[in-house]
């Protein structure tokens, strides 16, 4: 495999040498398949991944992550700094200078006021913008002249990288937008399916749902990029389906992440058409452990609330036993192989913020006895562990998915077998993660024991990611239960780390705090027990060069230089 | 039948909104949000707000009132504007898919023509595929060529069309590369080298559709038949000397069609809301993807006007159905 890989290496970057001559749209049509269809292509109305990110091949940020997670620049000259002067010393400021002579695709220059209409299109009250979190904390933009723009934030921001950069929140143009601002955002049909951009392709043909027909824009910046002279990417069916045109019949060239399991993943290589590419961000499959009580003999508005702590799982010593029992290794192999990897933390990535600590990954069977033993659970009749009459009995929860029903049985092998009763439930998809406060199944309502699903965070900076464990963020009846602190997890320690991480600026120091954050959620207290680090697998075929995975931004995010492999 | 045909056409608009009701209701009680579209990465400010500008969070009666409106007054407008260039609908809000925020009926007419090219298509040549098999399988009932027909109509009825369209893929698209496994729908057919493309990549879907649909037919062709051949009329048609041809294909076949013809005309609407799973399966993308998308993304607007939809072409091809009856059928008069 890693001869392999290495082979594979070395022809990409031969090939790279003749494409460095191409010219635009020399390489006729290329074919992208997403299984999920796309349904707009402003970012700024829709959260689905697909969206942005076929979106991101027109619409694009100022500035945008390469596949290490750095900062890039698109629209600008350079990444602005402290040391560049384009960061204010006192990081309340930050100033982007856009690159002179930028066109957009219908031939009308760029300028900073565009930059200025997407702030206000996206923080515009009644918009409904899908990103606002991207302009959170702005006190206002300004165009300091045609090519500058200015962002003054409400406080020191140390992480300045949020507006206007990555996919997720894209230049529009005023011109074209300029009605659309409010309510007015949705109906503009013809504007959110073609809109104008600087990308390397413009949309000539949207259908929704369907297939959206794009062709090389004649204005991109690099008059020698795209190589293709028209991309077209196709929706619809399963990830699957979607591998299989790819890897076995050949019709596509690229197909977006075909999550499927292992042993269809080697069956399908076997078709020698093309090649899996995976690459690990932060999304990270964990259990999280209820520390109130789910009860349904508790009155409604108390089950689950901090009124009521967990009977047993408030004991670190039982949820630490439940940790070592897991053999986490063998959930990589049966789920995800290539595209998984097995972690014992909540932050993974970037490595500045990712904590060494891998001292979950060897399960630990007769340690998780002893733990079990030690907090006065005894082994009961049938098996089952008891103390003071009561049985160690645990309802797991998540959603209706393949892989996640194989976990679930495979964990609750293990935890039978350090003498756990354990009775599983699966909750379709659109209702556990609906948020739904009138339904009782939601994940963040959490009327079960422990319950398992995956969650990651935008772009690099784990800080919003960790401050959602604060004290006050555990969904309960009071705000309608919103809210990530799903474990009701509440540490004051914890929330005057999260605080200090806010005033921080030193970057070796942020990564410090995160760490220990991340590391008083998983490995001193196992309040969240993570599972598996899940990385995106997509394929794609042996005549496309030039892909790049990148998990960190949009996963089309160099189509530009994408060529075909003669 | 002029009155008959009216009387049902008025009761049909109480029957109509009464399943408008209820269908609005169903699809409103039915677990799931659309806020589960939302990726957990986004605060659950931003999620509420989100919701509120879909407008998801209105009271019941006031999102069912609007969309009465919306689909019995502005649609019609937009599409009265559309034919004759006037623009009586303009501001107006017309309904609007909360996944692409564009207007629904814009979507299904951008969907028709795939679904029925494909499922149409397939229907039709299970209908013309079922009649001969039928008729033969009746009159030479408990042949080889009968126990063969059976045979084939219980696999078209017993597999599912997930299965047989998965298996075409392997064979055709995977091993033998005939056909192409994805539809391509953005094809125009423009000269005989894009028509015969449109035809390759047709074949499968209509293939595993009209097997389907051939296997149902069949069966009610072939009772049909073995009802009317053994009745006496029949026996008299061959008593008078009449030649074998005349008695099964004139005097049998025009009685055995009747109820075959209902059969065949309640089966229309069905094509409209195209095939969920083979569209699926070949990403045809047509209404049955288009309705399946919608409700895995919980967008009622699109889910309530689809069905809706397919509710008014059940009631109106019921209606087709029976006036059919009447003119097929001399013994069956509405006055």
Same mark, same amino acid.
Request: net charge negative; proline share 6%; aromatic share 10%.
């Given at each position: ?41 402003n970012? *700024? ?9 076929? &979106? ?20 600008? #000259?350079?990444?602005p700094?402290?040391?560049? &002067?384009g ?9 982007w ?11 009308t ?13 996206? #923080?515009?009250?009644e ?12 006190e206002k ?29 894209p ?16 109906t503009?049909?013809e ?11 413009m ?9 959206? $027909? ?21 929706g ?6 979607a591998?299989?045109a ?31 590419v ?10 999280e452990?209820?520390l ?26 039982v ?9 986490r290794?063998?959930?990589v ?21 990712a904590?060494p ?23 009961g ?8 009459g ?56 959490f ?6 699903y ?15 464990y ?29 605080? $200090?991480?806010?005033?921080?600026r030193?970057m070796?120091?942020?990564g410090?705090?995160?760490?220990r ?8 207290? *196992? ?40 | ?15 109509l ?8 209701l169903?699809?409103?009680?039915a ?5 589960s579209?939302?990726?957990? #990465? ?24 609007l ?7 502005v ?7 559309t ?27 951008q ?22 098999i039928?008729? *033969? ?6 042949s080889?060529?009968d126990?063969?027909?059976t ?10 069309t ?13 091993n ?6 994805i539809?391509?729908t953005? +094809? ?8 015969l ?5 047709m ?18 062709m ?10 006496d ?7 008078? &000397? ?5 008695v ?6 025009r009685?055995? +069609?009747?109820p ?5 005309a ?34 009622l ?14 009631v ?8 059919? *009856? ?10």
């Amino acid at each position: 495999m890693k001869l392999k890989t290495a082979l594979l290496g070395a022809a990409a970057t031969l090939a790279f040498a003749p494409a460095a001559f191409a010219e635009r749209g020399a390489d006729g049509n290329v074919k992208v398949l997403y299984s999920q269809a796309v349904s707009i292509m402003n970012a *700024y109305l829709s959260s689905g991944t697909k969206d942005v990110e076929v &979106g991101s091949l027109v619409l694009e940020p100022l500035a945008g992550f390469d596949n290490e997670g750095n900062v890039i620049p698109r629209l600008v #000259t350079e990444i602005p700094s402290v040391e560049n &002067g384009g960061i204010s010393e006192d990081l309340t400021t930050i100033t982007w200078k856009l690159t002179p002579g930028l066109l957009w695709s219908d031939g009308t220059p760029v300028t900073a006021a565009d930059a200025v209409f997407s702030y206000e299109y996206c #923080t515009h009250p009644e918009g409904g913008c899908a990103q606002a979190a991207r302009y959170e904390g702005i006190e206002k933009v300004e165009a300091v002249d045609e090519l500058t723009v200015k962002i003054t934030w409400t406080a020191p921001k140390p992480n300045p990288f949020t507006a206007f950069v990555g996919a997720t929140s894209p230049i529009l143009q005023a011109a074209q937008f300029a009605n659309c601002l409010g309510t007015a955002a949705p109906t503009c049909t013809e504007q959110n399916f073609k809109p104008v951009g600087t990308g390397p392709f413009m949309v000539t043909d949207f259908k929704v749902n369907d297939v959206v $027909e794009l062709a090389a824009n004649p204005n991109y910046r690099d008059a020698a990029k795209p190589a293709f002279a028209t991309m077209t990417v196709k929706g619809g069916g399963d990830a699957a389906g979607a591998a299989r045109a790819v890897m076995e019949t050949g019709e596509f060239d690229y197909a977006w992440n075909t999550q499927i399991n292992p042993e269809l993943q080697s069956q399908m290589e076997a078709g020698g058409k093309g090649v899996f590419v995976s690459a690990f961000g932060t999304l990270v499959e964990r259990i999280e452990m209820n520390l109130t009580n789910p009860s349904p003999d508790l009155p409604e508005g108390e089950r689950s609330t901090a009124k009521h702590p967990h009977p047993f799982l408030s004991d670190i010593r039982v949820r630490q036993a439940l940790s070592k029992a897991i053999d986490r290794n063998l959930l990589v192999e049966v789920g995800y192989g290539n595209a998984g990897r097995a972690t014992c933390n909540l932050v993974p990535a970037p490595a500045l913020y990712a904590s060494p600590n891998t001292d979950c990954i060897e399960q630990d069977m007769e340690g998780a006895k002893a733990l079990l033993d030690e907090a006065g659970w005894t082994v009961g009749a049938n098996g089952i562990r008891e103390k003071d009459g009561k049985p160690l009995k645990i309802l797991y929860q998540t959603s209706v998915n393949a892989v996640r029903q194989d976990f679930q049985a495979l964990v609750k092998g293990w935890w039978n077998e350090l003498g756990v009763d354990v009775e599983l439930k699966s909750i379709d998809g659109g209702v556990y993660f609906g948020g739904d406060p009138g339904s009782p199944d939601t994940f963040q309502k959490f009327y079960a024991d422990v319950e398992m699903y995956a969650n990651n965070f935008d772009g690099t900076d784990p800080e919003p990611y960790l401050a959602q464990y604060l004290c006050d963020k555990a969904p309960k009846p009071e705000n309608g239960w919103q809210g990530e602190n799903v474990n009701r997890f509440c540490d004051p320690a914890y929330d005057a780390m999260v605080a $200090e991480l806010a005033t921080t600026r030193d970057m070796d120091k942020r990564g410090e705090i995160a760490i220990r954050l991340n590391e008083m959620l998983t490995k001193d207290s *196992y309040v969240i027990v993570p599972l598996v680090d899940r990385g995106r697998l997509s394929a794609h075929s042996n005549t496309l060069g030039g892909v790049v995975l990148n998990t960190w931004d949009s996963e089309l995010w160099n189509a530009s230089d994408w060529f075909r492999i003669k | 039948m002029l009155t008959f045909t009216i009387r049902r056409l008025l009761m049909a608009i109480p029957t109509l909104l009464f399943i408008s009701l209820v269908i609005f209701l169903l699809v409103d009680f039915a677990p799931g949000s659309p806020m589960s579209q939302i990726p957990l #990465t986004v605060p659950p400010e931003v999620r509420l707000k989100i919701i509120e500008a879909m407008g998801a969070n209105d009271p019941l009666f006031v999102r069912y009132l609007l969309w009465l409106k919306q689909f019995f007054w502005v649609e019609p407008l937009v599409l009265f504007d559309t034919l004759f260039g006037t623009s009586h609908a303009h501001g107006m809000q017309r309904i609007v898919s909360w996944q692409s925020r564009s207007p629904v009926m814009d979507i299904i007419w951008q969907r028709l023509p795939q679904t029925l090219s494909v499922v149409g298509s397939a229907y039709v040549i299970g209908v013309l595929i079922a009649l001969p098999i039928g008729i *033969y399988s009746a009159y030479r009932q408990y042949s080889w060529f009968d126990q063969l027909g059976t045979f084939i109509a219980m696999i078209g009825f017993s597999v599912p069309t997930f299965f047989t369209g998965v298996v075409l893929i392997l064979v055709f698209s995977v091993n033998l590369g005939w056909f192409p496994s994805i539809y391509d729908t953005s +094809l125009r057919v423009t000269d005989w080298e894009s028509f015969l493309k449109q035809v390759k990549q047709m074949a499968m879907p209509v293939a595993v559709l009209a097997l389907y649909n051939a296997a149902q037919i069949s069966r009610y062709m072939r009772s049909s038949m073995l009802d009317n051949l053994a009745q006496d009329y029949v026996r008299t048609a061959r008593a008078k &000397g009449m030649a074998e041809r005349v008695v099964v294909l004139k005097h049998v076949l025009r009685n055995s +069609l009747i109820p075959v013809v209902t059969v065949i005309a309640l089966g229309i609407p069905t094509i409209f809301g195209g095939a969920i799973i083979t569209e699926q399966v070949f990403k045809v993308n047509g209404l049955g993807a288009l309705l399946i998308n919608a409700i895995h993304g919980s967008d009622l607007p699109m889910v309530q006007t689809l069905t809706f939809i397919f509710a008014v072409l059940i009631v109106m091809f019921n209606l087709i159905a029976d006036v059919l *009856y009447g003119m097929l059928d001399p013994r069956i008069r509405y006055d």
